[in-house]
């Protein structure tokens, strides 16, 4: 398989079962500017955390099952 062949089958993959992300303009980064929070885990609602996790966990059987 050569690399544009291998290219061509994940971004088949890609499109058909991931949802394409965009920049934000709107929140870019500028130094000295924004939060200061530094922490290492983000308190969300435990429902969130259970739909988050629900996600992932479908992401994953999809990427298994290809």
């Not at 544009?4 to 949802?19: C, G, I, K, R, S």
């Not at 709107?26 to 969130?48: H, K, L, N, Q, Y």
């Amino acid at each position: 398989m050569t690399l544009e062949q291998f290219e061509e089958e994940v971004t088949a993959f890609l499109d058909e079962n991931a949802e394409r992300r965009t920049p934000d303009t709107e929140t870019r980064f500028v130094w000295g500017e924004g939060d200061d929070s530094v922490a290492m885990f983000e308190e969300i609602d435990p429902e969130e955390e259970r739909r988050q996790l629900a996600a992932a966990k479908r992401w994953r059987a999809t990427r298994f099952d290809a």
